[in-house]
C-alpha cells in the first residue's frame, strides 16, 4: 500500500457527487469497459475511492504502458541528478555498441526523442528489434534504421521506453526499482511496487509494473505539484512541463484523446495529460482543475472512460449546485462496488473430475471438498488452483473465481479472474461429454497464466 491521502467528502471540495455516481454508472453499462479501481483527488485530497470486488485497494494491478510514466520519473530524476543529458545520443550510454551502430539516423537519437517517442521510425519496433538481437534489445532497437530524422516523427514505439530503462540501471548501477525506491517510492509512500523481468534480468520499463491504484494516483499528484512532494523537490520543475506538454504531435493517431500531442512518457489530452496503459490503467491529470483521477480496468474502449469522465465527471469538479445530501450515498455506493459473479444454478455434483480443454489452458480439474469446489488450471508443465464460488467470488491468493451452472444448456460456466492484472478467463464445462473450452475475457500482452501476478523481488 502508499502512504493514505487526507479523505474528504466531494462536496467539501467543491465536487458534485451526483456527477461522480453517474461516471460510476457510465464505467459500469458502457459496452467494453470495466472497471477494477478508481481514485479521485483534488487539492490532494480523495474525494472518492473504490474497487470493484474481487479487486481491492491492497492489490496492485498490472499497469501495462502506465509503467511507461514510471520509468520516464527514474529520467528525469537521473538527469536531476546529473546522470542522463537529455541532448545525449542513446548511443552514447552504450559504447560498446559504437563499432555495431553504423547507420546515421540510428547514431542521432538523442534521450529525449526516446522519451518523446520520436526515434524517427515510423512504426513500432518492439519484433523487428527482437529479431535483429534476441538477447540485447537495445542493441536491436538501434541496429533498426530509423525511416525519418529522430525527432520528426511520432510512433509509438516500446523499445524507447525499454533503452530509457537500461541507461538508467547503466548510469546508477541499480536496477530500475532499486534506483527509484529512495528517490521516488519512498518519498511517496509507495511500499509496493514490483516489475516484470526479462530474460536478461532487466526491467521491461515499457510494461510490467504492478503497483496499487494509490501508487497512480501519488503518481499523478507528483507531477500535477510540478516535481515538488511534502516540501522536497524530486523533479525539476521544467523536466515536469516538459513531460507534461507536447514534445512531437501526433495528429493521425485514431482516437481523440491521442491525437493531442506526446510529452514525455505522458499523454496529452483534450483535459490536462495522462499517463495511461492496455485495458483502461489511467493516471490523468487535470491541473486547471486540481485533480487526479487514477483508475484500473479490463476495458477494450478506452477513449469511452475518458469520454464518460469529460461528460460527467469534468462537470462534476465545478459544479454550481453541490448538494452535501448526496455525498452519504456516494460514500455507500463506493463501498460496496462489485464485479457481477457468474449466474445461474447450483453446481452438480457430476461436475467433478477432469476434463479435456481446448483453449488456452492443457488440462481442467473441478474438484469438490469440505470448504467448498476448487478449480485448478494446468498449462506450461505447471499448475494454478483456487477456489470457485457458486454465484459469489471466492479469492485465494492472486486469483478469484465465481461458478454457476447455464440454466439453458445444463453446462458449467466458470469465471477466473487473474485479481492483480487486467485479465479474467472464461471456462464452459461439459460435465457429460468431460470436455471443456477455456478462452481470455482479454488476451494478455505478455505472460501467461502461471504468471500473471504481482513478479517476485
Avoid at 469497459?33 to 485530497?45: D, K
Wanted: proline share 6%; glycine share 10%.
Amino acid at each position: 500500500m502508499t502512504t493514505t491521502f487526507p479523505r474528504s467528502a466531494p462536496s467539501a471540495l467543491g465536487i458534485d457527487a451526483g456527477g461522480i455516481a453517474r461516471f460510476l454508472d457510465a464505467l459500469e453499462t458502457t459496452p467494453d469497459v470495466e472497471p477494477h479501481g478508481l481514485m479521485l483527488l483534488r487539492h490532494g485530497r480523495v474525494a472518492a475511492e473504490g474497487w470493484w470486488h474481487p479487486y481491492a485497494a491492497d492489490r496492485v494491478h498490472l499497469l501495462y504502458s502506465l509503467s511507461k510514466s514510471f520509468t520516464a520519473a527514474a529520467v528525469g530524476i537521473a538527469v536531476r541528478e546529473g546522470l542522463v543529458d537529455l541532448d545525449a545520443t542513446a548511443l552514447s550510454y552504450f559504447p560498446e555498441l559504437d563499432g555495431d551502430v553504423t547507420d546515421d539516423r540510428s547514431r542521432r537519437i538523442r534521450v529525449r526523442h526516446l522519451l518523446a517517442m520520436a526515434s524517427g521510425h515510423r512504426e513500432e519496433t518492439l519484433d523487428r528489434a527482437a529479431d535483429t538481437d534476441p538477447d540485447d534489445l537495445v542493441r536491436g532497437f538501434l541496429l533498426t534504421p530509423p525511416d525519418e530524422e529522430p525527432g520528426s516523427v511520432f510512433a509509438y514505439n516500446q523499445p524507447c521506453t525499454y533503452t530509457l530503462a537500461a541507461i538508467v540501471r547503466r548510469v546508477s548501477g541499480d536496477s530500475l526499482v532499486e534506483y527509484l525506491r529512495p528517490r521516488l517510492l519512498d518519498p511517496l509512500g509507495i511500499t509496493d511496487l514490483a516489475w516484470r523481468r526479462d530474460d536478461t534480468g532487466a526491467e521491461l520499463g515499457f510494461s510490467g509494473c504492478y503497483a496499487p491504484t494509490s501508487a497512480i494516483a501519488a503518481l499523478g499528484q507528483l507531477y500535477l505539484q510540478r516535481g515538488v512532494w511534502n516540501g522536497e523537490r524530486l523533479l525539476d520543475e521544467d523536466w515536469v512541463a516538459a513531460a507534461t506538454s507536447t514534445q512531437v504531435a501526433n495528429p493521425d493517431e485514431a482516437n481523440p484523446d491521442w491525437r493531442q500531442g506526446y510529452g514525455f512518457q505522458f499523454w496529452m489530452a483534450r483535459h490536462g495529460f495522462r499517463g495511461d496503459g492496455a485495458y483502461g490503467q489511467f493516471c490523468v491529470v487535470l491541473p486547471e482543475q486540481d485533480v487526479v483521477l487514477a483508475l484500473t480496468g479490463q476495458s477494450l474502449d478506452m477513449q469511452a472512460v475518458l469520454d464518460a469522465a469529460w461528460e460527467h465527471l469534468l462537470p462534476a469538479l465545478d459544479a454550481a449546485d453541490v448538494d452535501a445530501a448526496d455525498d452519504a450515498a456516494l460514500e455507500a455506493r463506493l463501498a460496496s462496488l462489485g464485479l457481477p459473479a457468474a449466474v445461474g444454478g447450483r453446481l452438480p455434483d457430476d461436475a467433478a473430475g477432469s476434463f479435456a480443454v481446448d483453449g488456452v489452458v492443457e488440462g481442467l480439474r473441478l474438484e469438490r471438498g469440505a470448504d467448498g469446489w476448487r478449480v485448478s488450471l494446468d498449462v506450461d508443465g505447471g499448475s494454478s488452483t483456487v477456489p470457485v464460488g457458486e454465484g459469489v467470488w471466492a479469492s485465494e491468493g492472486p486469483l478469484a473465481a465465481s461458478a454457476a451452472t447455464d440454466p439453458d444448456d445444463g453446462s458449467v460456466v466458470v469465471d477466473v479472474r487473474f485479481v492483480e492484472t487486467p485479465h479474467a478467463m472464461r471456462l464452459r464445462l461439459d460435465p457429460a461429454a468431460r470436455r471443456a473450452v477455456a478462452a481470455w475475457v482479454t488476451e494478455p500482452l505478455h505472460d501467461g497464466p502461471l504468471d500473471l501476478h504481482r513478479p517476485v523481488d
